[in-house]
């Protein structure tokens, strides 16, 4: 059974960095898409990031572009989340999740199968 679990959350201040990490287990993962997602308080979860599991075709959301990357990870992880120039509105719950769609559809939150427990990131102000 594959399982996604995601790690490196915590509590910072507003302008610090985190990276978060994505590990797998239970599967073959190369011809995954891996994304990550985030869902603040009384909001929808919404698209943060996605590449392949090669480490190819990265896709952000506005809203993190330029401050956010995803990278291929190593061992055991599948991606690294880097987050650079945290902000308040960046506190959210992350989840990391798998899909085979092409890239028009990484966007879509329907589209991914498999997602691990999420991991906690609060930015202070």
């Known amino acids: 059974q594959v399982q996604l679990v995601e790690s490196g959350g915590g509590l910072v201040q507003a302008g610090d960095s985190l990276r978060l990490s994505c590990s797998a287990s239970?599967?073959?993962?190369?011809?995954?898409?891996v994304g990550w997602f985030r869902q603040a308080p009384g909001k929808e979860r919404e698209f943060v990031a996605a590449?392949?599991?090669?480490?190819?075709?990265?896709l952000y959301a506005d809203s993190v572009k330029g401050r956010f990357g995803i990278s291929k990870g190593n061992a055991g992880t599948l991606v690294f989340l880097q987050m650079s120039d945290l902000k308040p509105e960046d506190t959210a719950v992350y989840y990391c999740?798998?899909?085979?769609?092409?890239?028009?559809?990484?966007?879509?939150?329907?589209?991914?199968?498999?997602w691990g427990q999420g991991t906690q990131v609060t930015v202070s102000s």
């Open positions: 999740a798998i899909t085979r769609v092409v890239r028009s559809s990484w966007r879509d939150i329907g589209q991914y199968g498999v």
């Open positions: 239970g599967g073959t993962f190369t011809s995954y898409t």
């Open positions: 590449q392949r599991w090669s480490g190819t075709y990265p």
